[in-house]
C-alpha cells in the first residue's frame, strides 16, 4: 500500500541562497536567503517532502566541478538544520546545450526547462512506497525555467522575486506562475500553507 505525499520542488540558487549573478562554488560564497531556512522548516513540518532541483551547468562549462555543488548541496543541509529542518533529496543538473561534454550531455533531458530531474524524484518516491500528488505540489524558483518545469510537470508553479526575478520576462512569455512571492517565506506563508 503506498502513501500519496505532497512535494514542494525548490529551484536552490536565488531561492534558496542568494545568487550572486555566477556560479557559486564555496561555501564562504553560500548564503541562505533571509527567512528561507525557516521557510523550509514550515513547509517541511506541515507534511511537504522538500526536493531542490538546481542547474549546475558551471560543471559543463568548467568553472565548478561535481565535488564543489555536491559539497554545497550538503552544506545547505548543515544550514538547515539551524532550523531543525532538511531537505528530503536533492538533484543537479551538470549538462549545458551551448558546452557539449561526452561526461554531461546524457543529462541535457534534466536540465530546466525540461522536467527530467522532477520525474526522477517522483519515480524515487515512488520506489520507496509514496505516490507524489502533483495537483497538490508546487515548484518554487525565481526563473521562468523553473515556472515553465514546474508546469510541464504538471506541478503548481511559484515565482519569487529574489534571485534573478524574472516576473517580467514571465509576463511577457506568457509562462505564468499561479503566484508570485517577494522571497520563499512569503511563498509558503502567503499561498502555499493557507
Ligand atoms: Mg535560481
Same mark, same amino acid.
Not at 162 to 166: C, L, Q, R
Given at each position: 500500500m503506498s502513501e500519496t505525499i505532497r512535494v514542494l520542488f525548490l529551484d536552490r540558487d536565488g531561492t534558496i541562497n542568494e545568487d550572486a549573478g555566477s556560479y557559486i562554488t564555496s561555501r564562504e560564497q553560500f548564503r541562505l536567503i533571509e527567512r528561507a531556512g525557516e521557510a523550509v522548516a514550515l513547509a517541511r513540518d506541515a507534511g511537504f517532502r522538500i526536493v531542490v532541483v538546481t542547474n549546475q551547468a558551471g560543471i559543463a562549462r568548467g568553472i565548478t566541478t561535481i565535488e564543489e555543488v555536491e559539497d554545497l548541496n550538503r552544506y545547505l543541509n548543515e544550514l538547515l538544520s539551524g532550523w531543525n529542518t532538511a531537505y528530503d533529496r536533492c538533484y543537479y543538473c551538470p549538462s549545458h546545450p551551448d558546452y557539449p561534454n561526452p561526461l554531461y550531455d546524457?543529462? #541535457?533531458?534534466?536540465?530546466?526547462?525540461?522536467?527530467g530531474m522532477v520525474e526522477r524524484a517522483i519515480g524515487d518516491f515512488l520506489a520507496d512506497g509514496f505516490v507524489v500528488d502533483r495537483s497538490a505540489s508546487f515548484f518554487i524558483g525565481d526563473k521562468m525555467v523553473d515556472v515553465e518545469c514546474g508546469l510541464r510537470s504538471g506541478l503548481r508553479p511559484v515565482l519569487v522575486r529574489?534571485?534573478? #526575478?524574472?516576473e517580467r520576462l514571465c509576463l511577457e512569455r506568457g509562462i505564468l506562475p499561479e503566484y508570485v512571492a517577494d522571497d520563499l517565506y512569503r511563498a509558503v506563508t502567503g499561498h502555499i500553507l493557507v
Open positions: 546524457r543529462f #541535457n533531458a534534466c536540465r530546466k526547462p525540461e522536467t529574489t534571485g534573478h #526575478n524574472e
